[in-house]
């Protein structure tokens, strides 16, 4: 199994939709929680990162973490085209020394 | 802004060549690490250095070696290419998080 799961998608929404992108995850130490975003051709771009559990919101992006679940999201509000990218899911153990542990990505196409 | 380059966008080599792969960094990072990212397969670790001289193995080293002689500079060495390290390289720097750079596609042929 492995340490981080994450749905590869393609997810394809309505522009303005609300959009939910998820992952689990196994290792119970974890507790830093970062949402990186990804154009095609480009290198991942932080996006979101939270500390245990609860809820962080920036513009329209949500990031919200259940530790007791093992479980992270990332909501989108309003959807853009220009939110078309793959996002990936990435934690660990302690911030700033500990090396990223990241789940696939998700593909989001957002169409007009 | 953090910036970290690196050398190639894009590059073909032939099996057996030896390549160098270089990144490049402009915030006096410590941390810098090498990534290949695979579809279906996200991003595996294969080496990262916490200092000059210094460096560990990530989760996936075989085949490759790195080098870090100057801070800002860390390069991934392909001993002799084969062609299952074909992929997306991505270099990245670790400041409050970790700062990629635009990868370099690698085709070996």
């Known amino acids: 199994q492995k340490e981080v799961e994450q749905d590869p998608g393609p997810l394809s929404v309505p522009e303005g939709a609300i959009v939910s992108l998820n992952c689990t995850y196994s290792?119970?130490?974890?507790?830093?929680f970062m949402w990186y975003r990804q154009y095609s051709r480009k290198g991942p771009e932080l996006l979101m990162y939270t500390y245990s559990s609860g809820n962080k919101e920036d513009g329209r992006f949500t990031a919200q973490v259940d530790k007791s679940s093992k479980y992270i999201s990332l909501f989108i509000r309003d959807s853009q085209p220009s939110d078309s990218a793959t996002y990936l899911c990435?934690?660990?153990?302690?911030?700033?020394?500990?090396?990223?542990?990241f789940g696939t990505g998700t593909r989001l196409q957002v169409f007009p | 802004d953090v910036k970290v380059t690196q050398s190639s966008r894009y590059l073909v080599k032939r099996t057996g060549e030896k390549v160098f792969l270089e990144c490049v960094q402009d915030?006096?990072?410590?941390?810098m690490f090498w990534y290949r990212q695979d579809p279906g397969l996200g991003l595996r670790l294969i080496y990262f250095?916490?200092?000059?001289?210094?460096?560990e193995k990530g989760d996936i080293p075989e085949g490759y070696s790195v080098s870090r002689e100057k801070k800002e500079r860390f390069s991934l060495i392909l001993e002799s290419a084969s062609t299952n390290q074909t992929s997306m390289y991505l270099c990245?720097?670790?400041?409050?998080?970790?700062?990629f750079g635009p990868g370099t596609r690698l085709t070996v042929l």
């Open positions: 290792n119970s130490a974890f507790q830093y």
């Open positions: 990245a720097t670790l400041g409050n998080t970790q700062y």
């Open positions: 990435a934690m660990s153990r302690s911030y700033n020394t500990d090396k990223l542990i």
């Open positions: 250095s916490y200092d000059v001289k210094m460096k």
């Open positions: 915030m006096d990072h410590e941390n």
